[in-house]
C-alpha cells in the first residue's frame, strides 16, 4: 500500500487570498490547449493564426467553466445545490463535471462558428487534440484535493484517502489522468497529425475518452447520494459515457463515408 501524500489544497496565501491547486490546474489547462493550438496555427495550410486560437480557447474556457459548473450541479448534485445555491460559484471546493464541460464547449464552438463563419465540425476537430492535457491537470487536482477517490482494493498501489475512511482504495484520479490525459493525447495528437476527414478526429476523441471513462468508473468509488443505477455496478459516469461513445462511432462512421470533406489539422509530425 501506497501513502496518500496530504497535500495542502491551498497553493499560496497572500493575506486573506488563497491560491487553490485546483484553479492552478485550470490555468494549465487553458495555457496549454492555447500553447498546442498556436503550434497547430503555425503549421503551413491549418487556415489558423495565433490571434484566433486565443479568442477559441476563450471561448472553450467560458464553456468549460460554466458547462462543468452547471453539468455537475445537474447530474451529480442538484439536491446540494437547492439547499445551498451559491455553492455553485465555489469551483476551488470542486465539484466540476466533464460531461457538462462537453456541452459547455459545443456550445461555445457553435456560437463561435456563428460569429467567426466557421464550420462547427472544423472547430471541434481543431480542438479535440488540446483538451487531453487539461483533463490530466483537472485528474490532477481531483488527486491533490482528495476527491473522486476508487473503490476499495488490496492492490499494492492502494491508498487510503482522507475522508474515505480507513480502508486502501484505488487512485482512480492518477488513473483517469494516464488514460483519459495522457494516452488520450497521445492518440488524437498523433491521429490528427495529417488530415482527417472531417469529423473524424472529434470521433476518435468522443470515443476514446467515453471508453476510458466507462472503464475507469469500475474502479471509482460512486457518488454516495446517487450510489449504482443498475445492475449493481452502472454508474452515473458509465452511463454519461455511453451516448459519448456511440457518437464517437457515428461521427467516424460519417467521416469515412466523405473522405473527400477534410480538416486541415495537421501537426508537424513526430513532435
Do not use: C
Request: charged share 15%; no cysteine; aromatic share 16%.
Amino acid at each position: 500500500m501506497l501513502t496518500y501524500p496530504k497535500i495542502d489544497p491551498v497553493a499560496v496565501k497572500l493575506g486573506p487570498l488563497k491560491i487553490h491547486w485546483y484553479g492552478i490546474m485550470y490555468l494549465i489547462a487553458f495555457a496549454s490547449a492555447w500553447w498546442l493550438g498556436v503550434r497547430r496555427a503555425r503549421r503551413p495550410g491549418s487556415g489558423w493564426n495565433p490571434d484566433q486560437v486565443s479568442d477559441l480557447i476563450f471561448y472553450g474556457a467560458m464553456g468549460v467553466v460554466l458547462g462543468g459548473r452547471l453539468g455537475y450541479t445537474l447530474f451529480y448534485n442538484f439536491g446540494h445545490f437547492l439547499a445551498d445555491p451559491l455553492s455553485i460559484f465555489r469551483i476551488w471546493e470542486g465539484g466540476m463535471s466533464f460531461h457538462g464541460g462537453l456541452l459547455g464547449v459545443l456550445v461555445a464552438m457553435w456560437l463561435y462558428g456563428r460569429k467567426y463563419h466557421r464550420r462547427f465540425f472544423e472547430l471541434t476537430d481543431f480542438i479535440a487534440p488540446l483538451v487531453p492535457i487539461g483533463l490530466a491537470a483537472g485528474r490532477l487536482g481531483n488527486f491533490i484535493n482528495g476527491e473522486l477517490w476508487g473503490r476499495p482494493t488490496d492492490v499494492p498501489w492502494a491508498m487510503v484517502f482522507p475522508g474515505a475512511g480507513p480502508l486502501p482504495r484505488h487512485p482512480s484520479q492518477l488513473y483517469e489522468l494516464l488514460l483519459e490525459g495522457v494516452l488520450l493525447f497521445i492518440i488524437v495528437w498523433f491521429y490528427s497529425a495529417r488530415p482527417r476527414p472531417r469529423m473524424a478526429v472529434s470521433g476518435v476523441f468522443a470515443l476514446g475518452y467515453g471508453s476510458f471513462r466507462f472503464f475507469v468508473e469500475f474502479f471509482r468509488e460512486p457518488d454516495a447520494h446517487i450510489g449504482y443505477l443498475a445492475f449493481g455496478w452502472l454508474t452515473q459516469g458509465q452511463l454519461l459515457s455511453v451516448p459519448l461513445i456511440l457518437l464517437g462511432v457515428l461521427l467516424l462512421w460519417l467521416a469515412y463515408r466523405r473522405p473527400q470533406d477534410t480538416t486541415q489539422t495537421a501537426t508537424a509530425k513526430g513532435k
